[in-house]
């Protein structure tokens, strides 16, 4: 299952995505994997959520967020939550690479029994419809 939360600047998207990790993490039965960008999320969830800062691994678009979750999920078959914050600052901010990722991860979620949500900076009335069903 993909979820995606998308908002404008300061609509609470980061708030919302913490307030998910936390309460996955109560009755998660594998393991919670964040990855975001900076290091911001370090004492708003739980020391068990293992983060990831996008930037140390140099991750600077969509292929290579790919690969990365790739890798994750094949060193690790026990992650059931991914929570990706801040997409465009990863990937960059091209709506259509974005929507073309996030389809790419309904597919891998699907495929490995995960659960994904990504939040993203830009205004959901922009929405593709593609992309709605997904909010």
């Known amino acids: ?39 911001k999320l370090t004492y708003d969830v739980n020391y068990r ?3 990831v ?3 140390e691994y140099a991750i600077r678009n969509s292929d290579m967020l790919k690969g990365f979750l790739s890798g994750l999920h094949a060193g690790n078959f026990d992650i059931t939550n991914v929570y990706i914050d ?21 597919e891998f979620a699907a495929a490995n029994n995960m659960n994904i949500t990504i939040t993203i900076s830009d205004d959901p009335a922009c929405a593709s419809e593609a992309m709605k069903q997904y909010l």
């Open 86 to 106: 801040n997409l465009y600052k990863t990937i960059g901010d091209d709506r259509a690479n974005g929507e073309a990722f996030v389809a790419w991860c309904a």
């Open 1 to 39: 299952m993909i979820q995606v939360i998308m908002g404008l600047k300061g609509s609470g998207k980061t708030k919302k995505l913490i307030d998910s990790i936390n309460e996955t993490l109560a009755h998660a039965a594998g393991d919670v994997v964040c990855i975001e960008y900076g290091k």
């Open 53 to 55: 800062d996008s930037k």
């Open 49 to 51: 959520v293992r983060l």
